[in-house]
Nanobody, 132 residues
Framework: QVQLVESGGGSVQAGGSLRLSCAAS????????MGWFRQVPGKEREGVAAIRSDGRTTYVDSVMGRFTVDYDNAKNTLYLQMNSLKPEDTAKYYC??????????????????????????WGRGTQVTVST
């Protein structure tokens, strides 16, 4: 059974940095699409970044140039390096994954195009709070 466990959230002042991690377990698929989402109470969930197994990535405009998504295949861990944080980045951050059966699969092709691919597995989230 696939499990995703986030860590690395916390409180930081504006301009600071945090690195989120998402440890993935329970899968042995060749192709993956993994993403980071965030949600503020009362607002819709927002796709922040995504990466697929060939290394292709995408980011929402508001984090472009500040956030970097990466996946360590040896550790089965997804990362989100967040620099120059702003108060509007405050949210609960979730990692998500989907494992397409082939590179030609719709989910794999949609992985790095907004709206992002449909994700089947979700972590429980980690809170990020950015203060002024």
């Amino acid at each position: 059974q696939v499990q995703l466990v986030e860590s690395g959230g916390g409180s930081v002042q504006a301009g600071g940095s945090l690195r989120l991690s998402c440890a993935a377990s329970g899968y042995t698929y060749r192709y993956y699409c993994m993403g980071w989402f965030r949600q503020v109470p009362g607002k819709e969930r927002e796709g922040v970044a995504a990466i697929r197994s060939d290394g292709r990535t995408t980011y929402v405009d508001s984090v472009m140039g500040r956030f970097t998504v990466d996946y360590d295949n040896a550790k089965n861990t997804l990362y989100l390096q967040m620099n120059s944080l702003k108060p509007e980045d405050t949210a609960k951050y979730y990692c998500a994954a989907v494992f397409p059966v082939a590179a030609a699969s719709q989910n794999y092709r949609d992985c790095t195009y907004y709206p992002l691919a449909r994700f089947d597995y979700w972590g429980r989230g980690t809170q990020v709070t950015v203060s002024t």
